[in-house]
Every structure is written in C-alpha cells, then in structure tokens.
C-alpha cells in the first residue's frame, strides 16, 4: 500500500480508500466485517461512508466494528457525508445549518466517534446560500466535531465559489472533492481537476471502474444476465449497459486495459485503478465492492505502477470526446500561451 497527505494537508491517508456503499445492502454484516478486516490488513487507512447509506446502516456497522476493535480508531482516517434525504420533514435534506447539524450528531451517533476526520457535503444544494455551509463546516471544525471539510459531486465553478469564499471569509478551507471518474468517465478535467491542482484539493474518485465496465465482465453486444450490478438492472444509472455498449469509444478503452493487464500479469480492475490513482490531483481511489473476493482484486492495485507507455495508451484510448471548444484543440491553444525565446 501507498500513502498520500489528504489535499493540502498533513493527514496522511492510504491511496485506496474503502467505500461503504454497498454495506447494509449488496453486503451483509459479516460481509462488511471481513472487507473491512481484510482492508486494514493490506494497509489501508482511509474509509468512506455517508448517512445516506442503506439510510444510517452503513454508518451503523462502520461504527459497531470499530467499537469491536478500539485500538484501530487512531490509526484509521474515517469520512462521511451528509445532504440527501433522511426522512420525509421539509429540513431533513440539504446543506442548511439545520440539516447538517442534526444530520451530523446522528453520523457521530451512529459511527460511534467524537469526530469524523472528514465530513463532506454530499452534493450540491441551489436552496442554501453556500457561505451557510462553509460557515456550518468551521463551526463544526472549531467545536472538534470534525476535522476536515470536502464536498462531493460539485461542478468546476462551485467548487472554484466555495474554495474562494473559505479564503475571503477565513473558513476552514474545502480540502477534498469526492467524484465519479474513471477512464470511461474523464470529463472532470475539463474544469474539476485544474480547480483542484490550483487550490491543494486532493481528489477521491468514486465509481473507479465504472460501475463494473473496467473489469471486463461486460461483452460487446450482449447485455449482461446474473448477479452483477448490470445483470440485475441493465439500465442502472450513468453505467447503464445499452449507451455504453453503443459507444465506440467504451470497447476501445478496454482493449487497452485488457492488453495491458495480460501484459502485466494483473486483472483489468488493478490497472484501471493503478492509472487513476497516477492522475494528478487524485489523494485515494475509493473501492466499492461487494465481496471480500472483489476487494482483493482491487487491492492488488495497491502497489502497481504503469509505466509511461502504459499509462500513454490508456490516455489515448480514453480521450474524451469533445468539440473544439471550449475544451478541444482551438480551446486549448487559445487559452495557452509560451514563454518568448531569446534571439
């Protein structure tokens, strides 16, 4: 395993996170019990979880495995969110100071802690002026009921808004953005990840392969049956089969990985995730799996490198798609510019 400061900060976290989506839901207790041995075992520090988790479940095994191990809280980074839906009340939702207040002391409950090293607002919220939020993070840093802010799912110019609002109002700053990204889905550097260099935020990407894309499971023109997340709903959100299936672009990006992974001796998720946690800006690679047998696949990421040609042709076969501008070639060169030469 590998280790990487949390953005701009001191904190050092593992640079595979364990994600806890899947707890209370796709994996049992038990289940959820052996990832997370198995997890701190191979090294890693840095968990992930938000109240909107099987609705508090996750939370809530999260916290009675620490409680069963006590001497691991120290030595663990543990993060959440909060801002969707936890009841049915008209301020059960949201970033609003009272949202996140009440939606906070029931993480902590749940989790078991005095603090989470990181809480993170889950998405953005057009009813609540953001000074509200930022303002709600420092107060909740100052009382030691967190330690560090982040947000997730932001576009570029909120997350651009909320990291200059914390430096004209000295809030505690926005040290993370949590979002999808993966080698199916690049778009982020357009805007997101150019924000992020610029301000010491450290990126943790969700949905590392895709919704299962990357490991190579899916085949070209036939939709998937069984107990996978596509078998049991091939229309399931961004990953959804059908779109991708039609995409050119989709098949070319795992012609490179497979070629890639025979190469090297590995599977297809390992090098999808050893390319991401190389991009730039990116703190950890937060894992969602639903089997232990699924972990220790991603795992074997840990420590692989991809060399320079490697990492060449996946950026080549993965290349967004994108007009000329803003973001392609007339976009970028007008934005560009060079040093004069001497004479």
Known sequence: MRYRTLGATGTVVSTLCLGTMTFGAETDEAGSFAQLDRFVEAGG???DTADVYSTGVSEEIVGRWLRARPDLRDRLVVATKGRFPMGPGANDAGLSRVHLTRALDASLRRLGVEAVDLYQAHAWDPLTPLPET???FDDAVRAGKIRYAGVSNFTGWQLQKAALLTQHLNLTPIVT?????NLL???????LVPVCENEGIGILPWSPLGGGWLTGKYQRDTAPTGATRLGENPQRGVE???GRNAEERTWRVLDAVGQIARDRGVSMSAVSLAWLAARPA?????LGARTTEQLDDNLTAADLVLDAEQMRLLDEASAPLVGDYPYGGAGVRQRGRDLPTGS
């Open 240 to 242: 959804a089969y059908a």
């Open 134 to 136: 930022l303002r709600f």
């Open 185 to 191: 889905a690049r778009e982020i550097e357009f805007e």
């Open 177 to 181: 953005l949590q979002p999808q990204y």
């Open 282 to 286: 990116v703190t950890s690679v937060i």
């Open 45 to 47: 520090t840095f968990l």
